[in-house]
């Protein structure tokens, strides 16, 4: 018999809390297996409670749908210019194109790794001299911690352009008391299946403006008017989320906080396992911040780490015992798909992007293989 070898470590796989079956069965014992339903409408109801603003919340099909819908909802066309975080996943830029923009990539600034408040007026500078005025600016809270959301909304305020707020890693992060996702003008979360909740693929719009919420949520359902028949004066997407993955959603909610509180017990193992070991840094809270830490995150700096180790050396050393981590994710600005772009800042994504790891931080992740992931850490950084 040949031996299977170890069993795999994910970096972040779905966990659910017990009570989703019940939501789903429920759809199903009544027949409610459409993109609409008491699911659909308690699953907005329990963000709002979560978000504690008074917020409207529009759940869709995927984040990327919800920051397609909230530069439709700005009024973004072909030919405008959309600002864009550049570290970050394709997903907050992808919709800017959708539309036929142009994205604008902004550097991060070392603190939070998350867009630079002096570049992105920089930027927004240079837009405007060549008679280009931005559409929207779009933050991200990068692995759950929050941008500089009071400088960035001063910065957007003084100049009139909206905010698309990326808190797709964010939800349950907050920044000076103030939920991650309602800052913006339309915001965006994400429940993807290794997000902090998930709906098994699934987003949501969070916005202020009770109009953008509405007019979200008629594009969503194919931009039908009111007609007996099928009448179309807009065009419309197919974005709304089923009442079966919004059921997940709504027991996920029952243990939100829970998983907010492991995450950060995991980061806080990964900070007492590396405080010993040179070259080793993290993404830290400022005063005010208070991140969902998602995922745990370090960057390696190979002059200062013991026998010279990088942060690919430690993936390759972690995939050999079958345990998943992977690098931050590539700036924007660097991606074949993107060349060209505008990009407004220095090297700091890109370095955080040769130096980082996100390391597995599942809230599902048991003793026995956290031990594991000690184990092949202390083995490379001792031998070397």
Same mark, same amino acid.
């Given at each position: 018999?040949?031996?299977?070898?170890?069993?795999?470590?994910?970096?972040?796989?779905?966990h659910?809390?017990?009570?989703?079956?019940?939501?789903?069965?429920?759809? %199903?014992?009544?027949?409610?297996?459409?993109?609409?339903g008491p699911?659909?409408?308690?699953?907005?109801?329990?963000?709002?409670?979560?978000?504690?603003?008074?917020?409207?919340?529009?759940?869709?099909?995927?984040?990327?749908?919800?920051?397609?819908?909230?530069?439709?909802?700005?009024?973004?066309?072909?030919?405008?210019?959309?600002?864009?975080?550049s570290?970050? %996943?394709?997903a907050? +830029?992808?919709?800017?194109?959708?539309?036929?923009?142009?994205?604008?990539?902004?550097?991060?600034?070392?603190?939070?790794?998350?867009?630079s408040?002096?570049?992105?007026?920089?930027?927004?500078?240079?837009?405007?001299?060549?008679?280009?005025?931005?559409?929207?600016?779009?933050?991200?809270?990068?692995?759950?911690?929050?941008?500089?959301?009071?400088?960035?909304?001063?910065?957007?305020?003084?100049?009139?352009?909206?905010?698309?707020?990326? +808190?797709?890693?964010?939800?349950?992060?907050?920044? %000076?008391?103030?939920?991650?996702g309602?800052?913006?003008?339309?915001?965006?979360?994400?429940?993807?299946?290794?997000?902090?909740?998930?709906?098994?693929?699934?987003?949501?719009?969070?916005?202020?403006?009770?109009?953008?919420?509405?007019?979200?949520?008629?594009?969503?359902?194919?931009?039908?008017?009111? +007609?007996?028949?099928?009448?179309?004066?807009h065009?419309?997407?197919?974005?709304?989320?089923?009442?079966?993955?919004?059921?997940?959603?709504? !027991?996920?909610?029952?243990?939100?906080?829970?998983?907010?509180?492991?995450?950060?017990?995991?980061?806080?193992?990964?900070?007492?396992?590396?405080?010993?070991?040179?070259?080793?840094?993290?993404?830290?809270?400022?005063?005010?911040?208070?991140?969902?830490?998602?995922?745990?995150?370090?960057?390696?700096?190979?002059?200062?780490?013991?026998?010279?180790?990088?942060?690919?050396?430690?993936?390759?050393?972690?995939?050999?015992?079958n345990?998943?981590?992977?690098?931050?994710?590539?700036?924007?600005?660097?991606?074949?798909?993107?060349?060209?772009?505008?990009?407004? !800042?220095?090297?700091?994504?890109?370095?955080?992007?040769?130096?980082?790891l996100?390391?597995?931080?599942?809230?599902?992740?048991?003793?026995?293989?956290?031990?594991?992931?000690?184990?092949?850490?202390?083995?490379?950084?001792?031998?070397?």
């Open positions: 018999m040949t031996n299977a070898g170890p069993s795999k470590i994910w970096l972040s796989s779905p659910m809390g017990g009570k989703e079956q019940q939501f789903v069965n429920e759809a %199903f014992e009544t027949n409610w297996i459409a993109p609409l699911n659909v409408n308690g699953f907005e109801e329990d963000l709002v409670s979560f978000l504690q603003e008074d917020v409207y919340v529009a759940a869709l099909s995927s984040g990327t749908a919800a920051i397609h819908l909230a530069l439709i909802l700005l009024g973004v066309q072909r030919g405008d210019e959309v600002i864009c975080q570290m970050t %996943f394709s907050s +830029a992808n919709p800017i194109t959708y539309l036929g923009a142009t994205p604008v990539f902004v550097d991060s600034e070392t603190d939070t790794w998350n867009i408040p002096e570049f992105l007026e920089i930027a927004i500078k240079d837009r405007l001299s060549k008679g280009k005025k931005p559409k929207a600016i779009i933050p991200v809270h990068l692995y759950g911690m929050p941008a500089k959301m009071n400088e960035i909304m001063q910065i957007a305020n003084t100049y009139e352009i909206p905010v698309v707020e990326d +808190a797709a890693e964010g939800l349950g992060s907050s920044y %000076f008391g103030k939920m991650a309602t800052f913006g003008d339309a915001n965006c979360l994400s429940f993807n299946g290794n997000k902090i909740i998930t709906t098994s693929g699934g987003g949501a719009l969070v916005t202020k403006n009770k109009a953008f919420a509405e007019k979200a949520r008629f594009l969503s359902t194919q931009a039908r008017d009111a +007609a007996p028949h099928y009448e179309h004066s065009i419309g997407y197919n974005y709304r989320i089923s009442n079966i993955c919004a059921g997940i959603g709504r !027991g996920q909610m029952e243990v939100l906080n829970d998983r907010v509180r492991r995450k950060r017990e995991i980061f806080e193992a990964y900070k007492q396992l590396f405080a010993n070991c040179p070259g080793v840094s993290f993404q830290e809270e400022l005063p005010g911040m208070y991140s969902n830490r998602w995922l745990t995150t370090i960057l390696i700096d190979p002059v200062s780490s013991p026998g010279g180790i990088t942060a690919e050396t430690l993936r390759l050393h972690l995939e050999k015992d345990i998943e981590s992977r690098p931050l994710w590539k700036p924007m600005h660097l991606q074949p798909v993107f060349k060209g772009a505008p990009f407004f !800042g220095g090297t700091v994504s890109e370095n955080l992007f040769k130096k980082g996100c390391l597995p931080s599942g809230t599902n992740l048991v003793k026995k293989d956290f031990d594991r992931i000690v184990k092949q850490i202390l083995i490379l950084f001792s031998g070397a």
